[in-house]
T-cell receptor, first 115, second 112 residues
Framework: DAGITQSPRYKITETGRQVTLMCHQTWSHSYMFWYRQDLGHGLRLIYYSAAADITDKGEVPDGYVVSRSKTENFPLTLESATRSQTSVYFC??????????????FGNGTRLTVT | SQQGEEDPQALSIQEGENATMNCSYKTSINNLQWYRQNSGRGLVHLILIRSNEREKHSGRLRVTLDTSKKSSSLLITASRAADTASYFCATDASGNTGKLIFGQGTTLQVKP
């Protein structure tokens, strides 16, 4: 979907390195999310943000840092990458949150390999 | 733990048959959503059903919601090979937090 883009598409990094995954949306959606997808676990929420400068933890936040200084950007940083963080990472955005949730729009993902 | 869990994990059918996937969740919800994911791509929203609705249709898709049983089902009628994908349900966590929790998904294979 052209409205939400993730970069890079693929990334290989070494254990202990810091890596940042980028997410940019052009709709000015209030809510943005980061999920990771692993076989056997489905999608798990890492962090989400209800608006600029407002972020909150999801199910699996340890080892990750997020920021949201601008509405359209929501970068995800792995401060010191570990092999267990090898995964496919999806960014998503939506207009509204609870109680009147609106659909999520997903990027095409970043496949991260930590060696 | 996951809020939503799909059943079955995998489903294989012939083209033209109907496919039914189920989702169970644990806590009260405001609404439940279904998504589809083709291999190597992001998820695409299919349908949203609110907690005060019991059934919703969209083309060949039919979604039901039973809040007393904390379950939902997605029915795809007259399936096509192009329906081959993974299907996920998502629910908002208890409370008005805005975050959506996904189940592990059902992988559907439709054989031509």
């Amino acid at each position: 979907d052209a409205g939400i883009t993730q970069s890079p598409r693929y990334k290989i990094t070494e254990t202990g390195r810091q890596v940042t995954l980028m997410c940019h949306q052009t709709w000015s959606h209030s809510y943005m999310f980061w999920y990771r997808q692993d076989l056997g676990h489905g999608l798990r929420l890492i962090y989400y943000s209800a608006a600029a400068d407002i972020t909150d933890k999801g199910e699996v936040p340890d080892g990750y840092v997020v920021s949201r200084s601008k509405t359209e950007n929501f970068p995800l940083t792995l401060e010191s990458a570990t092999r267990s963080q090898t995964s496919v990472y999806f960014c998503a955005s939506s207009i509204r949150g609870a109680p009147n949730n609106s659909p999520l729009h997903f990027g095409n993902g970043t496949r991260l390999t930590v060696t | 733990s996951q809020q939503g869990e799909e059943d079955p994990q995998a489903l294989s059918i012939q083209e033209g048959e109907n496919a039914t996937m189920n989702c169970s969740y644990k806590t009260s919800i405001n609404n439940l959503q279904w998504y589809r994911q083709n291999s190597g791509r992001g998820l695409v929203h299919l349908i949203l059903i609110r907690s005060n609705e019991r059934e919703k249709h969209s083309g060949r898709l039919r979604v039901t919601l039973d809040t007393s049983k904390k379950s939902s089902s997605l029915l795809i009628t007259a399936s096509r090979a192009a329906d081959t994908a993974s299907y996920f349900c998502a629910t908002d966590a208890s409370g008005n937090t805005g975050k959506l929790i996904f189940g592990q998904g059902t992988t559907l294979q439709v054989k031509p």
